[in-house]
């Protein structure tokens, strides 16, 4: 390994913090606009509803994890490439509605199968 020189190693300290606020900013502390706030299942799709006020409507990927503790759906929505995620915490709300969500998630929900 060769010793990197003290310039470039302030620069990747930069742009560490600098993605680590951007992720924080956006997945945890849901203050930028493109944060996803709320969402809406209706039968097989779900919309995904961001800070800013947009919506946009996908299918729900076989990855998605459901678990007790934590759930992550990973979204695919129309014209994108990659999914979206989103985490849901069970303190991000009520308790029974929570069980309710993991419940429509793991039965109700007919997921992508590709």
């Known amino acids: 390994m060769l010793p990197i020189v003290e310039w470039a190693k302030g620069g990747l300290v930069v742009l560490l913090v600098c993605s680590l606020v951007y992720y924080l900013r956006r997945y945890a502390w849901l203050s930028l606009s493109s944060s996803h706030v709320a969402i809406r299942i ?10 800013g006020g947009s919506e946009s409507a996908g299918q729900v990927l076989r990855d998605s994890v459901v678990t007790p503790v934590l759930t992550i759906l ?41």
């Open 42 to 51: 209706d039968g097989n799709n779900i919309a995904l509803i961001t800070r």
């Open 74 to 114: 990973n979204v695919l929505l129309p014209g994108k490439k990659s999914a979206s995620f989103v985490v849901i915490f069970p303190d991000s709300l009520d308790k029974e509605r929570f069980r309710e969500l993991r419940v429509l998630l793991k039965w109700a929900v007919d997921v992508d199968r590709q």
